[in-house]
């Protein structure tokens, strides 16, 4: 029996629903069945998981899809302290248990993302979700003109290489919101301030935080210590005041710095056509 005819019948219809989060390699997948399935050569875990309804309005905001899943969810986890430095995509497949091909029978009725995680009880999470068509609504980042350079530190501007300024350091120490190694405290204080700090989460995936301050051997994250722990290796990113003179003196880098140095005091918009 075919999917469409076991999706219009009144009782031959045996739905099940498979979801799908990946990042990366790393994929996660859970199915509404009584029992695992198996499906693009993986397992889907059967979990007690469900959402509010696949709607496609056009509407980015009537789009969103809201799953209600098990607290301890490996997905969710990863938004526990922070939410993670890279996009989760999610896919929502329809299917009917008893077709004897899943690859034909199962089709993709939502694609989206992960745009936060939310715990309203102990046992329980909400995920919630932004379709595609809403990714494409964002208001991209424009560039401004300031004095200070406005690229943010080894990106496709900067052009700095931050293969050849990472740290790399064993976590000796962490208290939640601090890390600390002594790789740290051989570079001065204030060093890694604005950068990052680096780790493998496996599948060849890596997470990162950003450093708010640098004191010592010691690394205040943004986002707190979540998912690292004592022994595991990072790579330490030094940050930018994003000044030309340190551009120049730390970096080597003042062909690429970005600021616009000799901008007037004087606002071209108070009025005054003289400047």
């Known amino acids: 029996m075919s999917y469409e005819t076991r999706e219009i019948s009144i009782h031959a219809g045996k739905p099940v629903r ?40 056009g509407e980015p905001s009537a789009d969103a899809l809201r799953i209600t899943a098990p607290a301890d969810i ?31 029978s199962a089709r993709a009725v939502w694609v989206g993302s992960i745009s936060g995680v939310r715990w309203p009880q102990q046992d329980r999470c909400e995920i919630a979700c932004e379709s595609m068509h809403a990714s494409m609504e964002r208001t991209g980042l424009r560039l401004t003109w300031e004095r200070n350079c406005p690229y943010t530190i080894y990106d496709q501007n900067c052009r700095v290489p931050g293969a050849t300024h990472e740290v790399l350091a064993t976590v000796q120490s962490l208290d939640g919101a601090a890390i600390s190694a002594g790789a740290f405290g051989a570079q001065p204080d204030g060093f890694f301030a604005g950068g990052f700090v680096r780790w493998s989460i496996g599948g060849g995936e890596y997470e990162q935080r950003g450093v708010e301050s640098h004191v010592g051997d010691e690394l205040v994250l943004l986002g707190g210590t979540h998912g690292l722990a004592g022994g595991v290796e990072v790579a330490a990113y030094p940050g930018c005041r994003q000044t030309r003179a340190y551009c120049v003196d730390q970096f080597a880098n003042g062909a690429n710095f970005g600021g616009a140095e000799h901008m007037p005091g004087k606002s071209p918009y108070d009025g005054n056509p003289v400047m």
């Open 18 to 57: 498979l979801y799908e989060f990946e990042r990366g390699a790393l994929r996660w997948s859970y199915c509404t069945a009584v029992r695992d399935l198996s499906y693009l050569a993986r397992t889907w875990r059967a979990l007690p998981i469900r959402d509010d309804g696949v709607r496609l309005t």
């Open 74 to 104: 490996e997905v969710a986890a990863m938004f526990r302290a922070a939410p993670p430095s890279a996009e989760i995509g999610v896919v929502v497949r329809d299917y009917h248990a008893g077709e004897a091909d899943v690859a034909e």
